[in-house]
């Protein structure tokens, strides 16, 4: 089976001045390059810090995990 990895390649929050909510699109990413798009995933600014609310689709069964890069 192939391992699959998904990649957040833009994402708010790590400056500061910036909106409440964003919404980041996801794709499926393998050893040939960055693939289909599998859905979103909404980021919301909240009082306890930031909340990931993932709306994914087409994902075979099993643990899957993405990770987030900041830029600033």
């Not at 794709?27 to 009082?47: F, K, M, R």
């Not at 609310?53 to 075979?60: D, E, I, R, Y």
């Amino acid at each position: 089976m192939k391992r699959l990895s998904l990649a957040m390649v833009t994402l708010l929050a790590c400056a500061g001045a910036q909106a409440a909510s964003e919404k980041v699109e996801m794709n499926l990413v393998t050893a040939q390059g960055v693939g289909q798009s599998i859905g979103t995933v909404v980021i919301d600014e909240t009082e306890d810090g930031l909340k990931f609310t993932p709306h994914l689709k087409a994902l075979p069964p099993g643990e899957h995990g993405f990770h987030i890069h900041c830029q600033r």
